[in-house]
């Protein structure tokens, strides 16, 4: 059965006695303590990898979801030694060993083989070229084989991968590039022990409320919204949106309405909205609750709200009505990525960071998201997740690797209540401001009905003939339902006449928002009140009559005076 074992037949997780044919004080058992404490390498090998053990001073290997198997030769202290495998030889290897790779998205995950020939003075010319042809990419076949030489004579690093030697030559030093030419650490410093961790997972209250909040919001505005046909499932007009506190730069700025840097939040375009944001709240509330306590979870989910805010208030044209949770859940995403390095190098970290990317590098695509009228965009996106890395960093510096939390609790716990007041104040705010911002948003979805009046002819005869043609597109407009009256009466269709002014009349609110002035409304009536006059019918006449009969300065009103039918 195959298993990891160690290299040297050794159960010491120090390199010191990994090879006896190497000084205690080489450059090669340094770098392989480096690989150990910097890069969480083991000696814990492939029993697939015994040929490579043979042929080199040391192997150490890195299991995550990949596989990275680090093979060191010191030529120091065996000037003629060098890699005998072949690359074919070498690719063996790493086929045999790719049963210990994981799958990501059901792809399979390659096996490295990192080859350090460590000398003293620059590489000669056929070394270069003996190296450089066994340099593989991983590829199709899963396997990859790059060669490093170190000369710790002049502390520089040559590598047959092209993108590294051409970093090296921008003046990029990479970890390799300081270890072989900063002093040497001790063992002090390079095995530091592993981060301490909260014992006690925490259950994910926070997260929980802020996603019933979420569903509660979603649910006020599908009471809110005007009924008017918008994209996607559930989708909510951009008026509602803006009536209930969605982000928008000239109310903001001009009107003073800063609350709508918090309340935009808590709004959504449609439920497919809701869901990814939702997801992605669960995903970085589940492990940042637990890795940070509840009020840091809190307030990071404020600041990446209004750093979302923010930054859309800068970048986006003030007439764009943004929502969505995304700014703060972006803060918590990019938050949750710079806390995982917290945990120890592994399977459960990769797989963790894998999930959190999977949300994260999609939201920060520089093409904003448009849904129906209004838009939650990269701006917001790109705000909150860069103030929620920069406070990432700020907790793991200031965090001591001896304490499961974080320091100044008392200071989090205090700018969480602050948060939740804010939040609580801004939904109030809301409140108060959504009779007018509602009246307003429902005359302006009004005028959406309405046609032109540029393009109603202002010959009366000719706009009843050619009404079919600048009505078309309104058929709510009461006057175009009072001209297609007096078209169907030029064809004596009385009963489609009567049904046309019905339902003109039944527009109330169109009527009563965009012709204040009643005018409109006793024309209807004057016109169906004689229709049902001649029909015979005197009270419902009359009943229809009534309310025009006070309309002052109206020619119907008059004509209904006239008939008698206002007594």
């Given at each position: 059965?195959?298993?990891?074992?160690?290299?040297?037949?050794?159960?010491?997780?120090?390199?010191?006695?990994?090879?006896?044919?190497?000084?205690?004080?080489?450059?090669?058992?340094?770098?392989?303590?480096?690989?150990?404490?910097?890069?969480?390498?083991?000696?814990?090998?492939?029993?697939?990898?015994?040929?490579?053990?043979?042929?080199?001073?040391?192997?150490?290997?890195?299991?995550?979801?990949?596989?990275?198997?680090?093979?060191?030769?010191?030529?120091?202290?065996?000037?003629?030694?060098?890699?005998?495998?072949?690359?074919?030889?070498?690719?063996?290897?790493?086929?045999?060993?790719?049963?210990?790779?994981?799958?990501?998205?059901?792809?399979?995950?390659?096996?490295?083989?990192?080859?350090?020939?460590?000398?003293?003075?620059?590489?000669?010319?056929e070394d270069r070229v003996r190296?450089?042809?066994?340099?593989?990419?991983?590829?199709?076949?899963?396997?990859?084989?790059?060669?490093?030489?170190?000369?710790?004579?002049?502390?520089?690093?040559?590598?047959?991968?092209?993108?590294?030697?051409?970093?090296?030559?921008?003046?990029?030093?990479?970890?390799?590039?300081?270890?072989?030419?900063?002093?040497?650490?001790?063992?002090?410093?390079?095995?530091?022990?592993?981060?301490?961790?909260?014992?006690?997972?925490?259950?994910?209250?926070a997260t929980i409320l802020l996603?019933?909040?979420?569903?509660?919001?979603?649910?006020?505005?599908?009471?809110?919204?005007?009924?008017?046909?918008?994209?996607?499932?559930?989708?909510?007009?951009?008026?509602?949106?803006?009536?209930?506190?969605?982000?928008?730069?000239?109310?903001?700025?001009?009107?003073?309405?800063?609350?709508?840097?918090?309340?935009?939040?808590?709004?959504?375009?449609?439920?497919?909205?809701?869901?990814?944001?939702?997801?992605?709240?669960?995903?970085?509330?589940?492990?940042?609750?637990?890795?940070?306590?509840?009020?840091?979870?809190?307030?990071?989910?404020?600041?990446?709200?209004?750093?979302?805010?923010?930054?859309?208030?800068?970048?986006?044209?003030?007439?764009?009505?943004?929502?969505?949770?995304?700014?703060?859940?972006?803060?918590?995403?990019?938050?949750?990525?710079?806390?995982?390095?917290?945990?120890?190098?592994?399977?459960?970290?990769?797989?963790?960071?894998?999930?959190?990317?999977?949300?994260?590098?999609?939201?920060?695509?520089?093409?904003?998201?448009?849904?129906?009228?209004?838009?939650?965009?990269?701006?917001?996106?790109?705000?909150?997740?860069?103030?929620?890395?920069?406070?990432?960093?700020?907790?793991?510096?200031?965090?001591?690797?001896?304490?499961?939390?974080?320091?100044?609790?008392?200071?989090?716990?205090?700018?969480?209540?602050?948060?939740?007041?804010?939040?609580?104040?801004?939904?109030?705010?809301?409140?108060?401001?959504?009779?007018?911002?509602?009246?307003?948003?429902?005359?302006?979805?009004?005028?959406?009905?309405?046609?032109?009046?540029?393009?109603i002819p202002s010959d009366g005869?000719?706009?009843?003939?050619?009404?079919?043609?600048?009505?078309?597109?309104?058929?709510?407009?009461?006057?175009?339902?009072?001209?297609?009256?007096?078209?169907?009466?030029?064809?004596?269709?009385?009963?489609?006449?009567?049904?046309?002014?019905?339902?003109?009349?039944?527009?109330?609110?169109?009527?009563?928002?965009?012709?204040?002035?009643?005018?409109?409304?006793?024309?209807?009536?004057?016109?169906?009140?004689?229709?049902?006059?001649?029909?015979?019918?005197?009270?419902?006449?009359?009943?229809?009559?009534?309310?025009?009969?006070?309309?002052?300065?109206?020619?119907?009103?008059?004509?209904?005076?006239?008939?008698?039918?206002?007594?």
């Open positions: 059965m195959s298993e990891f074992v160690d290299a040297s037949g050794s159960r010491d997780e120090r390199p010191s006695a990994v090879s006896n044919r190497l000084p205690s004080d080489s450059f090669a058992i340094y770098l392989a303590k480096r690989l150990i404490g910097d890069k969480q390498f083991s000696e814990r090998v492939p029993t697939e990898a015994a040929e490579l053990c043979e042929r080199s001073h040391i192997v150490l290997s890195q299991a995550h979801l990949a596989l990275s198997l680090s093979a060191i030769i010191d030529r120091r202290s065996e000037p003629k030694k060098r890699f005998a495998l072949s690359s074919a030889e070498l690719v063996e290897v790493g086929r045999a060993c790719l049963k210990y790779t994981g799958t990501i998205n059901g792809t399979k995950m390659p096996v490295v083989i990192q080859l350090y020939e460590i000398g003293s003075g620059p590489l000669a010319h190296l450089m042809a066994l340099h593989r990419l991983p590829g199709l076949k899963k396997v990859g084989v790059n060669c490093v030489y170190l000369d710790t004579q002049n502390n520089t690093v040559w590598s047959s991968a092209g993108l590294g030697r051409l970093l090296r030559r921008l003046g990029y030093r990479s970890w390799l590039d300081r270890v072989v030419a900063e002093p040497r650490k001790g063992d002090a410093e390079i095995f530091v022990p592993e981060a301490a961790l909260p014992q006690n997972v925490r259950r994910p209250v996603l019933a909040v979420l569903l509660a919001m979603f649910v006020v505005e599908q009471l809110a919204k005007n009924g008017d046909r918008v994209s996607g499932l559930l989708g909510v007009d951009v008026q509602t949106l803006f009536a209930l506190g969605g982000m928008n730069a000239d109310a903001v700025l001009k009107q003073g309405e800063w609350f709508r840097l918090v309340s935009a939040a808590f709004l959504h375009g449609d439920a497919f909205h809701l869901l990814l944001n939702g997801l992605a709240l669960g995903l970085a509330g589940y492990f940042l609750e637990s890795m940070l306590g509840r009020a840091r979870f809190i307030g990071l989910f404020f600041i990446g709200a209004i750093g979302g805010s923010l930054m859309g208030l800068w970048v986006n044209p003030a007439d764009v009505v943004s929502v969505g949770a995304s700014g703060a859940v972006m803060g918590l995403l990019a938050a949750s990525m710079v806390a995982s390095m917290r945990l120890p190098p592994g399977v459960i970290r990769t797989q963790l960071q894998m999930q959190i990317l999977q949300f994260l590098i999609p939201s920060l695509i520089p093409l904003a998201t448009h849904r129906q009228e209004g838009r939650v965009d990269f701006a917001a996106h790109f705000g909150g997740a860069m103030v929620g890395g920069l406070l990432g960093l700020v907790l793991l510096k200031t965090w001591h690797r001896n304490e499961e939390q974080p320091r100044f609790q008392r200071a989090t716990q205090g700018f969480a209540f602050v948060s939740v007041a804010a939040c609580v104040l801004s939904l109030y705010l809301v409140k108060q401001h959504y009779p007018t911002h509602r009246s307003t948003a429902a005359f302006s979805s009004i005028a959406d009905l309405l046609v032109d009046d540029s393009a005869s000719l706009a009843v003939k050619e009404v079919d043609r600048w009505g078309k597109d309104h058929p709510r407009d009461p006057r175009v339902r009072f001209f297609r009256a007096l078209s169907l009466l030029d064809e004596k269709n009385e009963v489609g006449a009567q049904k046309e002014l019905t339902a003109a009349l039944a527009e109330h609110e169109i009527l009563d928002r965009a012709f204040p002035d009643h005018k409109l409304e006793a024309g209807i009536r004057a016109l169906l009140s004689e229709l049902l006059l001649q029909q015979g019918n005197r009270d419902e006449a009359r009943r229809a009559a009534q309310p025009a009969c006070s309309v002052s300065d109206s020619s119907a009103s008059k004509r209904l005076h006239e008939l008698h039918l206002c007594d």
